[in-house]
């Protein structure tokens, strides 16, 4: 299913996150795409709340490619920006991630959408200045 939400501020962009966090289940991957400075990072800074975990440092993990987020169901969020691909994310075992029974929130995730597992729910955003056009495709509803 596909739907499309906008946005008019960070904090609304955080706010859907933050739904969209409460009803995500273990091993459950979401791939985030947009130019620089879509918010993507701010989405997950939502996620993270919803999740019912810290979201007070939540960056974009440009240089460590993933941070782990520690709790009941763990949050691992990842940049994928500096890879070369699909080889790159495979040789630094980075795929492991998908098995650990947490959630995989993918910043750049079209750089490794063939790994991608198949039910990974894709969330595009547009936009510029404060409005945002997010789109999400996913096959159960996740808000
Ligand atoms: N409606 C909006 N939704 C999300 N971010 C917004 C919005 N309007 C303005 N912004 C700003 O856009 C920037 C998004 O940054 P960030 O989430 O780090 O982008 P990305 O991770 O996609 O590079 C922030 O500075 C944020 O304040
Ligand atoms: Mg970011």
């Keep these: ?4 939400f ?31 400075g879509a918010g993507k990072t701010v989405i997950t800074r939502g996620i993270c709340a919803g999740m019912g975990l810290d979201p007070s440092d939540v960056q974009s993990p ?4 993933v941070n782990e987020y ?11 920006y500096r890879l070369s691909g699909e080889d790159d994310f495979l040789a630094s075992g980075l795929d492991e991630y998908f098995y650990r ?10 750089v490794i959408d063939g790994l991608l597992p198949e039910d990974t729910v894709r969330i595009g955003i547009f936009g510029s200045g404060s ?3 997010i789109v999400i ?3 159960e509803e996740i808000v």
């Design 137 to 139: 495709e996913s096959k």
């Design 131 to 133: 409005e945002r056009k």
């Design 70 to 80: 520690e709790g009941e169901v763990p949050l691992f969020h990842f940049d994928t």
């Design 62 to 65: 440009t240089f460590t490619i």
């Design 101 to 110: 029974g947490g959630v995989c929130v993918i910043e750049w995730g079209s």
């Design 1 to 4: 299913m596909r739907k499309e």
């Design 6 to 36: 906008e946005t008019t501020s960070p904090e609304q962009t955080e706010e859907l996150g933050r739904k969209i966090g409460k009803r995500l289940k273990p091993g459950d991957v979401l791939s985030l795409d947009g130019d620089l």
